[in-house]
C-alpha cells in the first residue's frame, strides 16, 4: 500500500486522514492493567494498524508487551491462536548480538496473549515501540492473520528487534482487541488504531 499523502497521518503526526489510512481511536496508558479497543474494528476497513508508541512498563523485564482478540466484545480473550516469533538483538556496548527464533515464544493452538516484544526495562529512558497489522478482522469466512514489529530497549539493555506472526483460528468476527504487559501495569504510553481500506 503506498503511503503517499497519508503518511504524516499513519505515522501519528496528523490528525484524522479523510483517506484510505483514517485513525480510529487513541488510547493513553498511566499505570494501566491494559489498553483495549472494543468499538471500531468493523467491515469499513480491510485491515487495522495499531502503532504504539514509547510503552513504558511498570515492571522490570515484566515478559514485554502482549496482545490478544475477542469475537464478544472484549467480554473474553481467548482465541485460538499460531504464531512464529523471532527475534534481532545487539547489546549496549556492541560486543554481542543475535539472530534467534524464540520458540518459547510461538504459540500452536493456544489461547494465550501473543509476545510481542520480552524483557522491556522499565529505567526512566526503557520502552518499547512498534507497529501490530490485523488483517480483515470482520471476515466470517477466513482466519484473522496479523503481524508484528518491535523494538525495545531491554532490562539487560540490550535493543531488540522483535518480529512475530501468525493468525487467530476463527471464522467468527473479531470486534475488540487487548494489550498488556506479560506481568505488571503499562507505566505509560500510547497505541493508536488506524482503519485501512
Known amino acids: 500500500m503506498p503511503l503517499g499523502a ?8 496528523a490528525g484524522v486522514s479523510t483517506g484510505d489510512v483514517v485513525l480510529l481511536s487513541t488510547q493513553t496508558a498511566s499505570g494501566s492493567a491494559s489498553l483495549a479497543f472494543t468499538s471500531g474494528l468493523t467491515s469499513t476497513y480491510s485491515s487495522y494498524i495499531f502503532k504504539f ?5 511498570a515492571t522490570d523485564g515484566g515478559n514485554g508487551l502482549v496482545f490478544q482478540v475477542s469475537t464478544d466484545g472484549g467480554s473474553n480473550y481467548n482465541i485460538t491462536t499460531t504464531t512464529s516469533y523471532f527475534r534481532a538483538h545487539v547489546s549496549e556496548s556492541g560486543s554481542d548480538s543475535s539472530l534467534t ?30 507497529e501490530l497489522h490485523l488483517f480483515d478482522p470482520s471476515s466470517t469466512t477466513y482466519v484473522k492473520h496479523f503481524y ?49 481500506k
Not at 6 to 13: E, P
Not at 53 to 57: A, G, L, S, T
Open 53 to 57: 508508541y514509547h510503552i513504558h512498563p
Open 101 to 130: 527464533a524464540e520458540t518459547t515464544h510461538d504459540q500452536g493452538g493456544a489461547t494465550a496473549y501473543q509476545a510481542l516484544t520480552t524483557n522491556i526495562g522499565n529505567d526512566n529512558d526503557q520502552n518499547c515501540s512498534g
Open 6 to 13: 497519508f503518511k504524516a497521518a499513519l505515522m501519528g503526526t
Open 148 to 196: 508484528s514489529r518491535a523494538n525495545s530497549v531491554q532490562s539487560n539493555d540490550y535493543t531488540s528487534n522483535d518480529y512475530v506472526a501468525g493468525y487467530f483460528d476463527t471464522t467468527s468476527a473479531v470486534n475488540a482487541i487487548s494489550f498488556k504487559m506479560g506481568s505488571g501495569n503499562i507505566d505509560a504510553g500510547k497505541i493508536k488504531m488506524w482503519g485501512v
